[in-house]
T-cell receptor, first 114, second 116 residues
Framework: SQKIEQNSEALNIQEGKTATLTCNYT??????LQWYRQDPGRGPVFLLLIRENEKEKRKERLKVTFDTTLKQSLFHITASQPADSATYLC?????????????FGQGTILTVHP | NAGVMQNPRHLVRRRGQEARLRCSPMKGHSHVYWYRQLPEEGLKFMVYLQKENIIDESGMPKERFSAEFPKEGPSILRIQQVVRGDSAAYFC??????????????FGPGTRLTVL
């Protein structure tokens, strides 16, 4: 069966360090992979989208990699700040007839300590 | 440009009542998606709509749940005869008409439904 797993429920790091979050999937051939941030009591906010034929995408302090052979995406936040503390969600879009239907991982709660 | 709007933000219903959740997409967006987030669980896709059309309702429970996106007005997610297990946060997202095959979804703040 199709499965999306984010490496851990919670990740604690010190301010200034790089946070690395992992998203693994099985029995899936996603056309796109997206990362969202969700704060308590609020809706997810889109951060980055990477296509199946792209290896890496960057946006300011954020970097996403996508390895379709390993079936894995890594999400990095460099020079992390306490304001980066939130739940981060990866989401797959299979494209084709399933286009637009996002399947989400369960999320990783990131806490950046000052 | 206002974001995706959902109302009410909080909704309390007794078992057996009906719940109506509304979603106004971002201006210029013609695609609407509904997701449900149960306590301690991830977001689950429910339904994908375009104006006056249901594109994909594969995540919608077969009974008691329905969704519409009329030509005029907001998208409505309707839950009839609510049960305690329907208590969750319901999120709406919208996206613009696609160019190529990219599809970033913009989420609303959610409606938190509590069934007593």
């Amino acid at each position: 069966s199709q499965k999306i797993e984010q490496n851990s429920e919670a990740l604690n790091i010190q301010e200034g360090k790089t946070a690395t979050l992992t998203c693994n999937y099985t029995n899936y051939s996603p056309a796109y992979l997206q990362w969202y941030r969700q704060d308590p009591g609020r809706g997810p906010v889109f951060l980055l989208l990477i296509r199946e034929n792209e290896k890496e995408k960057r946006k300011e302090r954020l970097k996403v990699t996508f390895d379709t052979t390993l079936k894995q995406s890594l999400f990095h936040i460099t020079a992390s700040q306490p304001a980066d503390s939130a739940t981060y969600l990866c989401a797959l879009d299979a494209g084709g007839t399933s286009y637009g239907k996002l399947t989400f991982g369960q999320g990783t709660i990131l806490t950046v300590h000052p | 440009n206002a974001g995706v709007m959902q109302n009410p933000r909080h909704l309390v219903r007794r078992r057996g009542q009906e719940a109506r959740l509304r979603c106004s997409p971002m201006k210029g967006h013609s695609h609407v998606y509904w997701y449900r987030q149960l306590p301690e669980e991830g977001l689950k896709f429910m339904v994908y709509l375009q104006k006056e059309n249901i594109i994909d309702e594969s995540g919608m429970p077969k009974e008691r749940f329905s969704a519409e996106f009329p030509k005029e007005g907001p998208s409505i997610l309707r839950i009839q005869q609510v049960v305690r297990g329907d208590s969750a946060a319901y999120f709406c997202a919208s996206s613009p008409r696609r160019q190529g095959s990219t599809d970033t979804q913009y989420f609303g703040p959610g409606t938190r439904l509590t069934v007593l």
